[in-house]
């Protein structure tokens, strides 16, 4: 093996979220991939930022308070991430995985962190959208294939649950 696949073979994982289940597919896919193979797992979350509404507050639940965009999404990623970590024994590591929270258009921002982050490979889950829908809300996983410069595999939910319910056999 050369150095440059060695190298490449290397670079962390990045695997980005939208808080579904398609992520959740995807984490887990991601997760066991970085364990298996010693690299390092980078979970992005890109808040959604559409240019007619920038600086949008939420207020927390019950609290009454507003508070900024990143801080309900960073809660709200957080929490995606223990409630997941509590109910998957494959994902003990997840806690060490970094996660990274930006702003904009997620299509954009997934090949700027992974070319920042210098990733070996994106991993992403699908919607699984055709048609029509796929054409109005776009793809943000089709866009990641047609546009990255590395590998980027592609997570169906069912494929991630057929996995899991195997090893538990």
Do not use: W
Request: charged share 30%; hydrophobic share 40%.
């Amino acid at each position: 093996m050369s150095k440059k696949e060695k190298k490449h073979k290397s670079k962390p994982i990045l695997v980005a979220v939208d808080l579904t289940k398609f992520s959740k597919a995807a984490l887990v896919f991601a997760n066991k991939l970085a364990s298996e193979t010693g690299r390092e797992l980078i979970v992005l979350h890109v808040i959604h930022d559409p240019a007619n509404a920038p600086g949008f507050y939420s207020a927390k639940k019950g609290s009454g308070h507003l508070q900024p965009m990143e801080k309900v999404a960073e809660e709200m990623m957080n929490e995606f991430l223990e409630k997941i970590h509590q109910g998957s024994k494959e994902m003990l590591p997840i806690k060490k995985a970094r996660r990274i929270l930006v702003r904009g258009l997620p299509e954009n921002q997934i090949m700027n962190v992974a070319e920042k982050q210098d990733v070996g490979m994106i991993v992403m889950g699908s919607h699984g959208r055709s048609g029509l829908s796929k054409i109005l809300l776009g793809s943000k996983a089709d866009h990641a294939v047609k546009h990255s410069l590395v590998p980027v595999i592609i997570v169906k939910h069912k494929t991630v649950k057929e996995m899991i319910r195997k090893e538990e056999e």
